[in-house]
């Protein structure tokens, strides 16, 4: 046990009993005043007033047993990261002084303990490079309030003597965006008025070019219900689907939170915001007097509605977060009404923020005063974003697998864009096009693209820093599967030199290496003739003992049969652990006898033409069984001890769900967030298991959804399914 301030703290282990969701992000009032008279504000002008008896500034001793709890929490739970957002009123107002106290008093208690992100809501008003040396000195990123051109602003957000903040505000932005303080840039907050020209506020805010913008629904409840000046059924619906529009219009600039959300949900992503979707509650308050609150929204209800009774000096987190209205926001879907939980929009909707349910009489249970407008929104950017052109790629498994290849085609062209200032790739990048724009060659080009882990790998670079290793060697890897002469350098940062669909190189050592294609033959040796393999191997890829050095992957069975793949660095890409073969002539025994199975108990499924015929087989760890996981279409893990048995019969079922799976990635079948989705799960599931019953089930359900539920390509594909229930239960009768 510690004392800080007076504050008893003990870092207990955490209860795994405890299964409650955890708390990850700390909204921290650091002043109670705010130099703006903003009369849209839910703090000074809605039915809460409590801000009149805070302190105006939080204290020191406040400040550190903030610090001492969350560390005993964060400490507890074991968390990886906690976001604190400093926040008032107008934070600011605290001086660089103060400001600077307290991120050093956080940082200290906290940062030994998680990774700590500080952040900062302020209207920028004040905003001076002395705040801004104390943000880049401990990293806090802001966000800046403003709501569109000077028009849209000034409607609402004027100072104290009721002049414009609008000269003020766009200069604490263009301070922000100085070089030295870019990275701390988080984006901008608009909060909507439909008064306002969409498309006007929108450019206005673009043209300042924020990282993101969040576009903030009016804190309304139902006995204070959002303006509606033109009183039409959907204003704030029109308002975002017009700024939706010119947003698509100018190619997506930047990130728009509400939009990003509703594009996550609507495929199965998760919610990026706290006013959309299922998501449990991961925040608390903590007024300047050490109130613990929930969320600060909530004073838009009425007078005491945030209050909990806690405060930090007597009570730490894992009691807020087991207080009865933090865990209310905690219950996903079961927390919301029958209105709700019936909405065909509720997974991406999630009954809007709970501030915006409120009726006296009965709280909270109820719809979302923005009900008709969140389904209009949603609604609206599904019908937007859905591709509604046929794909040929739901007529045979030929077709499909060249829409797999265009799509890794598209995402080697990004990637290029993420490596075209590095100096080893330009080599690389000609040799690929000359690869690719020779008929002779392309096809082997092709062959390499379309190794599955090759989309894994691809995927990851445009999420992260670009593996330029990965991608030299597949070229070298291209280069050899077309016999054309090259040589490529670069920096290798490991011992094991991995060419797709070929095998891996055994370096003496990481560094720079030179590679050197011949027909039927390559060269690997360090470029610099001073390293440590100056010369290298000259290795044939297909004869296994042509060089020490060198290991190929084998195949199964026949020369086109799938690769046995346990050499690639991005084949971890399974819901199971990827594991080396006990040795390879057992785990390819044991895979031939599986097929052999396949075609003697299944060999009217696996005769079709269209069933699932894996390309790449890679084993995974004891008990996993067959898994498909983040790849090209064509990859199957196999765990280490299934069973022919198991084998023979899971491949059909996972085939069909990898077939299924592949054309989604290609083609759109129905329209984001449907429920036709869920129905097309549940009859390939049917079919691939043999439940002719539960296959009709939702293959009727699928045929009487309204026709715009589903794209022409889903309409062909519930057609096929309808075909292949016919065919199997005709073989399947007695």
Not at 184 to 211: I, K, Q, R, W, Y
């Amino acid at each position: 046990m510690t004392r800080i301030s007076g504050v008893a703290v003990t870092c207990a282990q955490h209860d795994p009993a405890d299964d409650r969701p955890l708390l990850r992000q700390l909204v921290l009032k650091v002043h109670s005043r705010c130099d703006l008279l903003c009369d849209h504000c839910y703090v000074y002008q809605h039915a809460d007033q409590s801000w009149r008896s805070r302190p105006t500034f939080i204290r020191p001793e406040t400040v550190r047993a903030v610090a001492a709890r969350l560390a005993e929490y964060a400490g507890s739970r074991a968390l990886e990261s906690v976001s604190v957002i400093l926040h008032g009123g107008e934070p600011l107002l605290v001086g660089p002084a103060r400001l600077r106290d307290i991120c050093a008093e956080l940082t200290r208690a906290l940062a030994p303990l998680t990774a700590l992100d500080l952040r900062m809501h302020t209207n920028a008003v004040t905003l001076n490079r002395r705040h801004l040396d104390v943000c880049r000195e401990f990293g806090v990123r802001v966000s800046v309030s403003l709501d569109g051109d000077r028009a849209a602003n000034d409607r609402h957000r004027l100072d104290r003597r009721g002049r414009s903040s609008y000269d003020r505000v766009v200069r604490g932005i263009r301070l922000l965006q100085e070089p030295e303080y870019r990275h701390l840039f988080s984006g901008v907050l608009c909060t909507v008025d439909v008064a306002n020209d969409p498309v006007a506020v929108h450019d206005a805010l673009t043209e300042l070019a924020p990282p993101r913008i969040d576009y903030l629904l009016p804190h309304s409840t139902w006995d204070s219900p959002p303006p509606n000046p033109a009183g039409t059924t959907t204003p704030y619906a029109d308002w975002l689907l017009a700024v939706f529009d010119r947003w698509e219009q100018q190619g997506r600039p930047m990130p728009v939170r509400t939009f990003d959300s509703v594009l996550s949900t609507l495929r199965d992503g998760p919610p990026l915001t706290e006013a959309l979707g299922l998501a449990p509650s991961d925040l608390a308050v903590i007024e300047t007097d050490g109130d613990f609150e929930q969320a600060d929204w909530l004073k838009s209800a009425y007078a005491g509605a945030p209050e909990t009774g806690y405060d930090v000096f007597r009570h730490g987190f894992a009691e807020f977060a087991a207080h009865p209205g933090v865990q209310a926001r905690q219950r996903g879907v079961d927390g919301l009404g029958d209105t709700c939980r019936a909405c065909p929009v509720v997974r991406s909707c999630g009954g809007g923020l709970y501030g915006h349910r409120y009726r006296s009489g009965n709280g909270f249970d109820n719809p979302s005063v923005f009900c008709g407008d969140l389904r209009s929104l949603i609604e609206g950017i599904a019908d937007r974003v859905t591709d509604r052109a046929f794909s040929p790629a739901v007529l045979g498994s030929d077709r499909l697998s060249w829409a797999q290849l265009e799509l890794d085609r598209l995402l080697l062209r990004r990637t290029q864009e993420h490596l075209a200032s590095e100096p080893d790739w330009a080599d690389a990048w000609r040799l690929l096009l000359a690869l690719d724009a020779d008929a002779g060659t392309a096809s082997q080009l092709d062959e390499v693209l379309a190794h599955p882990y090759v989309r894994t790998s691809l995927q990851r670079s445009l999420r992260g820093p670009a593996d330029m290793a990965r991608f030299l060697s597949l070229a070298v890897a291209a280069a050899l599967r077309a016999g054309v002469p090259a040589t490529l350098s670069w920096d290798q940062p490991s011992t094991r030199l991995h060419l797709p669909t070929w095998g891996t190189y055994r370096l003496a050592a990481p560094g720079r290496v030179e590679v050197t294609v011949a027909p039927d033959a390559f060269r690997v040796r360090s470029a610099d003739r001073r390293g440590p393999d100056p010369e290298g191997d000259w290795v044939r890829p297909r004869d296994p003992g042509s060089a020490p050095r060198w290991n190929p992957l084998g195949r199964l069975s026949a020369p086109d049969g799938p690769l046995i793949d346990d050499a690639d660095p991005y084949r971890d890409c399974y819901p199971a652990a990827v594991a080396p073969a006990p040795t390879r002539s057992e785990f390819t025994e044991l895979l031939r006898r599986g097929y052999d199975l396949l075609a003697k108990n299944a060999g009217y499924r696996y005769a079709d033409p269209d069933a699932f015929r894996p390309t790449v087989l890679t084993p995974l760890a004891a008990g996993s069984g067959l898994q498909l996981g983040s790849h090209g279409f064509g990859a199957l893990g196999v765990s280490v001890d299934v069973t022919p048995e198991e084998f023979a019969r899971e491949l059909p079922r996972i085939g069909r769900r990898a077939r299924l799976t592949a054309l989604r990635e290609t083609a759109d079948l129905h329209r984001p967030g449907s429920p036709a989705g869920v129905l097309l799960d549940r009859a390939d599931d049917g079919l691939g298991q043999g439940a002719h019953e539960e296959a009709a089930r939702a293959l009727t359900a699928l045929t009487l959804l309204p026709e715009s539920e589903l794209t022409l390509t889903g309409a062909v594909l519930v057609a096929r399914m309808w075909s292949q229930w016919s065919s199997v239960r005709e073989v399947s009768r007695p």
